[in-house]
């Protein structure tokens, strides 16, 4: 039986999507001069909880967001999507590659400093390099997280090696980005290397201070001003580039946000204005951010031919303080358990809002099961382009889906990764999941769910039980025996859309059994 997201079934609903676009079927490879191709815009907030959005949940949420409540309202909310992991390193693989990040050396975990070899293999197909085939701009504005190595200044280097005990001076060589790299150090395997035209932003949050611009360290920074400068820099692309845009060079603005992740430095005119302390302030000033770059696109005349996405990398880390959140009424991930690193839907279900003036119905609600991996094949679909059987293994077009012509689920099933590297998949209203605990980092851990007699494999009905209170794997043994079976495909073809069997970088191992135990 063909897979429900076979790419013969979508062929109709691809046609009815270029006629409503105005693109001929039979010439997609040159719609460009025909009719503008829209900018994309995608916005990835760091550790933004489903349920920190206003307009996610109105009864259990007490943080405001009206841009983020706005762009709902303008456009379509998915109520069902998911980062590729409960973690930062591996959502961004997935999302710029269409590919689950699991597949590669990176099993569990995050990239730890600046100086990790690239993630992205250098010949893999992503977002930014598809687009660039196809005329677009491409800049990353923000947090990359995925990887490059580095030169440092020669006076860096001596430096450290003069202040370093003998047989020191290697070792302290190797740590040096975890304060920031050096200014004048050169990035090597950085984002210009995997498809992006511009590159401003840092590697992450414990190198936040050094800013970074293309190639090269150029400055370093207090990291509460990260964010105020970030969208600076994001408001200026817009500008920069509206004339360009609207003579038919699109751009893809990726924008992945430094915020809310630790360390939560909302800046002083954002200082108590929640009423939550300071992540409920950083919330605030993120969602503020979004309004600004929505109001650049407006002041510039590209919101109409400009398609807006903004999501988040995964669930609400517990640094946000959630016990004392949810004393005051505040509950980050709604009515989900559990949160960052955790296989639970918490750690993975993440907002999804997305934009497009005429092409998407304003104040729509899709319930498709989605993932951060699919926007790859929803960008190939959009271009008319066929990707090739090495690229987007694992990503699904929701192109269908943004314009309203499919109902049909557009997806076989998701597969979730937690912190420790443990799996779940969820198929319709089933979830499995394959850990005794939360599989990171909120109780009970693994060791103590194991110690405690929990069974090894958790089920969910998440239709009638989506807090996942309920583990019914006793019940459902031929369930569980299927998405077993399907998940162990997944893995042994190297893909899970339909396509010839592809590598993975590493051998995997669907039963760890060795989980940390703690955070």
């Not at 190939?380 to 990707?387: E, I, N, Q, R």
């Amino acid at each position: 039986m063909r897979s429900p997201h076979s790419p013969l079934r979508l062929r109709p609903a691809l046609a009815v999507a270029l006629a409503i676009l105005g693109l001929p079927p039979t010439r997609v490879t040159s719609a460009a001069a025909e009719t503008p191709r829209p900018n994309l815009v995608y916005i990835l907030a760091d550790d933004l909880g489903y349920g920190d959005v206003q307009a996610l949940n109105p009864t259990r949420g007490k943080i405001k967001t009206p841009h983020l409540d706005r762009l709902a309202a303008q456009g379509m909310t998915f109520t069902d999507a998911h980062s590729g992991s409960s973690v930062c390193t591996p959502t961004r693989y997935g999302l710029l590659t269409g590919r689950y990040a699991w597949r590669t050396r990176l099993q569990k975990g995050v990239l730890d400093g600046s100086d990790d070899p690239p993630l992205i293999a250098a010949d893999r197909l992503t977002v930014p390099a598809l687009l660039k085939q196809h005329g677009y701009t491409t800049a990353a504005l923000g947090k990359w997280h995925l990887g490059f190595t580095s030169e440092r200044p020669a006076s860096a280097v001596a430096a450290v090696a003069a202040a370093a005990p003998a047989g020191e001076a290697t070792k302290k060589k190797s740590k040096m980005g975890d304060a920031g790299l050096p200014v004048g150090s050169r990035i090597i395997g950085g984002p210009i290397t995997r498809g992006f035209d511009y590159f401003w932003g840092c590697s992450n949050a414990r190198t936040m201070s050094g800013l970074i611009e293309n190639d090269r360290v150029i400055e370093n920074l207090p990291p509460i001003e990260m964010l105020p400068r970030l969208e600076r820099q994001a408001v200026r692309y817009i500008a920069d580039h509206a004339v360009a845009a609207k003579s038919g060079k699109p751009f893809f603005l990726y924008v992945p946000l430094t915020s809310p992740h630790t360390p939560i430095l909302p800046a002083p005119e954002w200082q108590g204005q929640s009423g939550l302390g300071a992540y409920g302030d950083f919330v605030l000033q993120t969602d503020a951010v979004v309004g600004n770059i929505l109001a650049a696109l407006d002041a510039h005349g590209l919101a109409e031919n400009t398609l807006v996405i903004f999501t988040a990398d995964n669930g609400c880390s517990p640094a946000a303080g959630t016990p004392a959140l949810e004393k005051q009424g505040h509950f980050a991930s709604a009515q989900f358990r559990g949160y960052k690193a955790d296989i639970w839907e918490g750690g993975h279900r993440v907002p999804f809002f997305a934009r497009w003036p005429g092409k998407i119905k304003p104040a729509s609600t899709s319930t498709q099961l989605i993932c951060h991996v699919d926007l790859l094949a929803t960008c190939a679909d959009l271009l008319g382009a066929k990707l090739p059987p090495s690229a987007g293994e694992d990503s699904v077009s929701l192109l269908p889906a943004l314009l309203g012509l499919d109902r049909a689920p557009l997806r076989e099933a998701v597969v979730h990764h937690s912190i420790q590297g443990l799996f779940s998949l969820r198929q319709g209203p089933w979830k499995l999941a394959l850990c005794p605990g939360s599989g990171g980092w909120a109780a009970p851990l693994d060791a103590a769910a194991r110690q405690a007699g929990l069974p090894e494999i958790q089920l969910y009905d998440l239709a009638a039980d989506p807090a996942e209170s309920n583990n019914i794997h006793a019940e459902k043994p031929a369930v569980v025996a299927r998405l077993r079976a399907l998940l162990a495909r997944y893995v042994a073809e190297g893909r899970s859309t339909p396509g010839p069997r592809q590598p993975n970088d590493a051998p995997i191992d669907l039963l760890k059994t060795k989980a940390a135990a703690t955070p």
